[in-house]
């Protein structure tokens, strides 16, 4: 079955520490990609996604990602994180063979960035 | 202000009574979509809609029923819930276009006893 592999569940890191995390995803088919952050408390938001075109996709907040087709990888980043990027981050893939607009999870990185 | 709701947010119930927890959006959405969210395994989809009057089971759609009467909501049934439904539940809408961004609702958190 199709599955989606975020690689890390815990991430602490300091307050301007770069941050990476990984996303791969075992569909050779088209897909369309998906970061979600989930602040504490709150309902996911959509922090940048990916259809086509230049696979550095940049989003909101300074995140940016990279896709690897070669790789099926989606990889996060950010150069510098802050205290407020205290969250829960969600991969997440469309994959063309779907019924509508399905997404398939990862099972989510908790990141505590510590001030 | 475009949104997805939920109510209730939080919920204790028990082994066996029946409980609805409603969404409802005002994006004019076609797709909307339940899903339950345990720590490691992220998010599973347990049912979607297509349109009014279509749905579909996702990949854990036991024990769950769903109806979509109107375009705007897309309640979620526990018939008898067990405790192994115990869960953080969120529903989401989108554009029914493949890829289209999903929005989500603030979550519901159910226990079950």
């Known amino acids: 079955a199709q599955s989606v592999s975020q690689h890390n569940h815990h991430v602490i890191l300091s307050e301007a520490a770069s941050l990476e995390l990984g996303c791969n995803y075992s569909?050779?088919?088209?897909?369309?990609l998906f970061w979600y952050v989930q602040y504490p408390g709150q309902h996911l938001q959509l922090l940048l996604k990916?259809?086509?075109?230049?696979?550095l996709v940049k989003g909101i907040k300074g995140f940016e990602a990279e896709f690897i087709k070669s790789k099926f990888s989606f990889n996060l980043r950010k150069p510098s994180v802050q205290w407020s990027d205290t969250a829960e981050y969600f991969c997440?893939?469309?994959?063309?063979?779907?019924?509508?607009?399905?997404?398939?999870f990862g099972g989510g990185t908790r990141v505590l960035v510590k001030p | 202000e475009a949104q997805v709701t939920q109510n209730p947010r939080y919920l204790i119930t028990v082994t066996g009574k029946k409980l609805t927890v409603t969404c409802s959006q005002n994006?004019?959405?076609?797709?909307m979509s339940w899903y339950r969210q345990d720590p490691g395994l992220g998010l599973r989809q347990i049912y979607y809609?297509?349109?009014?009057?279509?749905?579909d089971k996702g990949d854990v759609p036991e024990g769950y029923k769903v109806s979509r009467k109107e375009k705007r909501n897309f309640p979620l049934i526990l018939e008898s819930p067990s405790p192994n439904q115990t869960s953080l539940y969120f529903c989401?809408?989108?554009?029914?276009?493949?890829?289209?961004?999903?929005?989500f609702g603030p979550g519901t958190r159910l226990t079950v006893l």
């Open positions: 989401a809408s989108s554009l029914i276009q493949r890829g289209s961004p999903q929005f």
């Open positions: 997440a893939v469309n994959m063309i063979k779907a019924a509508g607009n399905k997404l398939t």
């Open positions: 994006m004019n959405h076609e797709y």
């Open positions: 569909y050779g088919g088209t897909v369309n």
């Open positions: 809609s297509m349109n009014v009057e279509v749905t």
């Open positions: 990916y259809f086509s075109g230049d696979p």
